[in-house]
């Protein structure tokens, strides 16, 4: 789990507070797998369209609202349409398959389900995963009524707009995956004992029982944050991430992510001075 908030974003410059009464899932409505892509488009001063509390991919869950900081609160959000919804429930969108075309509405066509049906359960157990988290440090009960609603449901209870996600995906894939579900799974998971405590160790012996290549994976994990990062202010105002993207020298993508050996020396080559 990654926290990236959506500083830039008029929601989180308002800054409001709610008391969590529950949870609502949704999903994009757009084939797009990357949160990252997401994250880039609402972290703008103009974007005033919607801002969410976290967005779940298949292979990284990032938190972009503050959500796990007071038990019982977390800042408000725009993502149910309307006011019953966002004053009380913290909303978490999961991204979907690029292996689906939307053919209007909440209907899509199918192009690949068997690598659609991998991305929604990877995203699926992840989104159960931080549900999970967030009942446990709120206190909630996810079988308790209207603790954990879709944003389809929330609609039908005349609490959010009217929507169908996530369930649409669901249904259109052939899955008999539910709401009722999602709910027995989070409660299932939260009958077990917390991950967090098994994590009572301290650094060093954490650090100790790292293998070289678990170590590795913990800096990509540290990269991928790092390559989420806009670039910094005093490099617009020089502008030399910008000449270097025109040169060709990059690809203009992630400017605060470390360079490795092998992207230095390709950039010496590409200006020449190998030869
Ligand atoms: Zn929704």
Redesign the pocket.
Known sequence: MTTRYLTQNPCYRLGRTIRVRGLML??V?TPQPDPLVFIRQFDSPDYTRACVHGFVGPEETWVTLPILETPGAAMRGW?GGMTASNDAYIGI?MTEPDTIRYTGGASFQVLDREAALVHVRQVLARAEDLFTRLCRFHGLDPLADGVILS?AEGGRRGIATN?A?PEHLWTGLGMDYTMDRFRRNVAARLAQPSKEEDLDMTLEELLDQLTDQQAHQLMQKAHRHAASLPEPDWSQTEGGWEAATGLGLTDGTAPERPAKRAEVAAMLHRLGLLE
């Open positions: 949704h999903s409505g993502h969108e944003h929507h996600d």
